[in-house]
């Protein structure tokens, strides 16, 4: 998510659907909220909705584990010049947040970053030992600060980026459908920034789909609606569709901020549930 005064719209191909992966067993899958946007306009995240609308919007990351490796999607964010910018309710560090799941911050091995928006990457240096892996070409355009203004973007995120490279901890993906565990794949093509990215775990014999900012609310996808804040809003359609085909039957797909996550799967404690 990021300031709804930095929208931008560019005009890109849509992006064809590649097969999906064969789903295999063995992941666990959690959402973990660790706060809430309150009164957030529903027209930031849905295009054409109610001016007057707004909605409490669940601010989370998500839990991929295996006995070998404890994946995050997405870090959060923790740094007071983003709590002050924003009206958070109820948070905690997602570094804490997790601990009901028994984890412990320097136990998590990978963090796959989604979008470089700082609510997604802020977080990424309160886990000392992950691998951080972001889009290739997402990281190359936003290095740049002519491309940071009113981007959701900040120059503290990226010096932190640039810090896990130096330290070998950054890695670098070349573009869609790639595979970055085991059964863990990542997919381009939602536009919501440069190259988000968005996840395909395996879990329980069918595939989930974590969205992310590709897809902020249900409402998008029952309605087939893309979100504003997108550089293309076919192609963010198209991921969309492609989306419903890699979740194939068991239709896990889980958007970025929707508070509904929380009562349509089961929450095992307050604000976190299983993908399942």
Not at 147 to 165: D, H, T
């Amino acid at each position: 998510m990021r300031h709804s005064a930095s929208l931008a719209v560019a005009l890109v191909g849509i992006v064809g659907f590649v097969s999906s992966p064969p789903p295999q067993p063995g992941y666990e899958v959690y959402a973990v909220r660790y706060g809430e946007l309150v009164g957030y306009p529903v027209r930031n995240m849905v295009l054409g909705a109610d001016t007057s609308r707004t909605i409490d919007a669940a601010m989370m990351v998500w839990v991929v584990r295996s006995p070998t490796r404890t994946i995050l999607v997405d870090a959060g964010f923790y740094r007071e010049e983003f709590l002050e910018a924003w009206n958070i309710r109820g948070f905690v560090k997602p570094s804490v947040a997790i601990e009901k799941l028994g984890i412990r911050p320097d136990k998590v091995t990978d963090i796959i970053v989604t979008h470089l928006h700082w609510d997604h990457v802020d977080g990424a240096d309160l886990f000392p030992n992950a691998n951080v892996w972001v889009q290739r070409a997402e990281f190359t355009h936003y290095q740049d600060p002519a491309n940071q203004p009113r981007s959701g973007v900040f120059p503290v995120s990226i010096a932190m980026l640039e810090k896990f490279r130096r330290a070998g901890r950054l890695k670098l993906v070349d573009g869609d459908s790639q595979q970055v565990a085991p059964g863990v794949f990542v997919y381009t093509g939602g536009r919501h920034t440069k190259e988000s990215q968005y996840v395909g775990v395996a879990t329980g014999g069918v595939q989930a789909v974590l969205a992310s900012d590709n897809l902020y609310l249900y409402e998008n996808l029952d309605q087939r609606r893309p979100i504003p804040a997108t550089w293309d809003t076919v192609s963010n359609l198209a991921a969309q569709d492609r989306m419903r085909k890699l979740a194939g039957p068991g239709k896990l797909i889980i958007p970025g901020h929707d508070p509904a996550v929380f009562t349509r799967f089961t929450e095992i404690f307050p604000g976190i549930a299983v993908i399942r």
